[in-house]
T-cell receptor, first 112, second 116 residues
Framework: DQQVKQNSPSLSVQEGRISILNCDYT??????FLWYKKYPAEGPTFLISISSIKDKNEDGRFTVFLNKSAKHLSLHIVPSQPGDSAVYFC???????????FGQGTRLTINP | DADVTQTPRNRITKTGKRIMLECSQT?????MYWYRQDPGLGLRLIYY???????NKGEISDGYSVSRQAQAKFSLSLESAIPNQTALYFC???????????????FGEGSRLTVL
């Protein structure tokens, strides 16, 4: 039972354009959402997060949008850069943030 | 030096062998976790520990055991390895509490295990 789903295994975007990565969740108790970025041969690193009391959080080129009614969040990267090529994991946690549930990941490739 | 260190980084073993993956951290965090990554399945939680005396099963704990030897050390054992335990294993740490980064995990670089 996959509580957090990333339905696109891969995404290819032109450098300079917008990258949009999507994530859906099923557990209505989730109240905190995070995005992690993973390069080959490295562990995932935290990128950006959003609390369920917000619908948008922005950090430089990265913006996360949360639609609670649709149980959907998305990560926007603009403009996309070659260094953004990585696997992106969406994650969610419930009250108390005791542990994270991850999605399957989306491999983003930025083409020059 | 990495804040979360995993050893070994790569290991090839045979079915039925006992394997231990070790994790140590210098972040001073109380919470430690073991995840495994499989293609198409993402990161799945095996075990987690909120302090030295606390051990909890995650979503896929069967076939694994853990030991929290100290605040800084959390090891994962496969008592009798089988091929479907071939995966990339990650140790992670976190701090409890509230705040914008509540629940943020800090990962090690991973241990790639192949069971033949």
């Amino acid at each position: 039972d996959q509580q957090v789903k990333q339905n696109s295994p891969s995404l290819s975007v032109q450098e300079g354009r917008i990258s949009i990565l999507n994530c859906d969740y099923t557990n209505s108790m989730f109240d905190y959402f995070l995005w992690y970025k993973k390069y080959p041969a490295e562990g995932p690193t935290f990128l950006i997060s959003i609390s369920s009391i917000k619908d948008k959080n922005e950090d430089g080129r990265f913006t996360v949008f949360l639609n609670k009614s649709a149980k959907h969040l998305s990560l926007h990267i603009v403009p996309s850069q070659p260094g953004d090529s990585a696997v992106y994991f969406c994650a969610a946690s419930g009250p108390g943030a005791q542990k994270l549930v991850f999605g399957q990941g989306t491999r983003l490739t930025i083409n020059p | 030096d990495a804040d979360v260190t995993q050893t070994p980084r790569n290991r090839i073993t045979k079915t039925g062998k006992r394997i231990m993956l070790e994790c140590s951290q210098t972040k001073g965090h109380d919470r430690m976790y073991w995840y495994r990554q499989d293609p198409g399945l993402g990161l799945r939680l095996i075990y987690y520990s909120f302090d030295v005396k606390d051990i909890n099963k995650g979503e896929i704990s069967d076939g694994y055991s853990v030991s929290r030897q100290a605040q800084a050390k959390f090891s994962l054992s496969l008592e009798s390895a089988i091929p479907n335990q071939t995966a990339l294993y990650f140790c992670a740490t976190s701090e409890p509490g509230t705040g914008p980064n509540t629940g943020e995990l800090f990962f090690g670089e991973g241990s790639r295990l192949t069971v033949l």
